[in-house]
């Protein structure tokens, strides 16, 4: 790890200008509390929640574009780019997508008309705005013989509502490229799984032209052979690949410590030879891999406080909480040099 550095200068998008797209997800508080940092060091900006079927349609005849379209405009002032996430997922989905006037089941001619709508909605209003979209999230089965979870979405409409997803995305904007989306992803049980999908939807000519792999990882796993034996396995399905929601929690997955009140410098010195790690191989397979995106920016905020162990504090990212560069940043640098 280099710990001779003083400036930060060094803009983490530009170290990587000749590889992928560097980019952060993003919310309406820290489009505000981290705008300096976002525009300094990211090129291209994912919405953490703003887009999902949720937040944009909550009920069949009321759309809510508001923060949605905030990030649109952050992303045009400061010449960023856009991934939309996400069109299609179990989660986050109002009840009233699934349901009837009386409350049961919709059919499956039904859900398909009303996902068709939102998609056309969704897409075509950020038509040339969003370059990529995940269309598809999470729809496969983490473990157990089953390929696709269960879901309200399979159980109604059947195993083609993935590739009707996919067909109306297209259709909305010819442009975007478009993703399916899943974490867990470079653990072999479930990469034969993801790949097993996407092969299936190639195979029937489906619109789809990549694999985003999520990269919630740790100190320790996934292994990195694990990591480049998924890159390798998606890509050689003849598609792009992109780290959609990448962080590196400080703890490990059973890990239910609630005292610490700052990362150990043993956390932080192997945070970031993971990173370095990580931006190694990517670059390794910059053919393929065109994009990456941090689930956050910088460890004043992130999905991981409180999750999985309540009460706990997680620093995930490559800047602290004042957003001043950590270990992690320089040692990434170090990755983009070599």
Known sequence: MVNSHTDASTKLHEAFSQQ??????????????QRDLLTEHFNSITAENEM??????????????ENADRLIAFAKAYGMAVRGHTLVWHNQTPNWMFEDHTGGAVNR??????????????????KGCIYAWDVVNEAVSDSGGELLRSSKWLDIAGEDFIAKAFEYAHAADPEAMLFY?????????????????????????????????????????PSIDDIRQAIERYASLGVKLHITELDVSVFQHDDRRTDLLA????????????????????????????????????DDYTWLDNFPVKGRKNWPFVFNMAHKPKPSYWDILDAARY
């Open 20 to 33: 992928f797209l560097i980019g952060a997800a993003v919310n309406p508080k820290t489009l505000i509390t």
């Open 52 to 65: 999902k079927f949720e937040s944009l349609h909550p009920a069949e005849d009321r759309y809510t574009f």
């Open 109 to 126: 001619e039904t859900l398909l008309a009303r996902m068709k709508s939102h998609i056309e909605t969704v897409v075509a209003r950020y």
């Open 181 to 221: 989306n899943d974490y867990n992803e470079s653990i072999p049980e479930k990469r034969e799984k993801i790949y097993a999908l996407v092969k299936s939807l190639k195979e029937k000519d489906v619109p789809i032209h990549g694999i985003g792999l999520q990269a919630h990882w740790n100190l320790e796993h």
């Open 263 to 298: 990362p150990t410098k043993e956390m932080l010195v192997r945070q970031a030879e993971r990173y370095k790690q990580f931006f190694q191989l990517f670059k390794e397979y910059s053919e393929c891999i065109t994009s990456v995106t941090f689930w956050g920016a910088a």
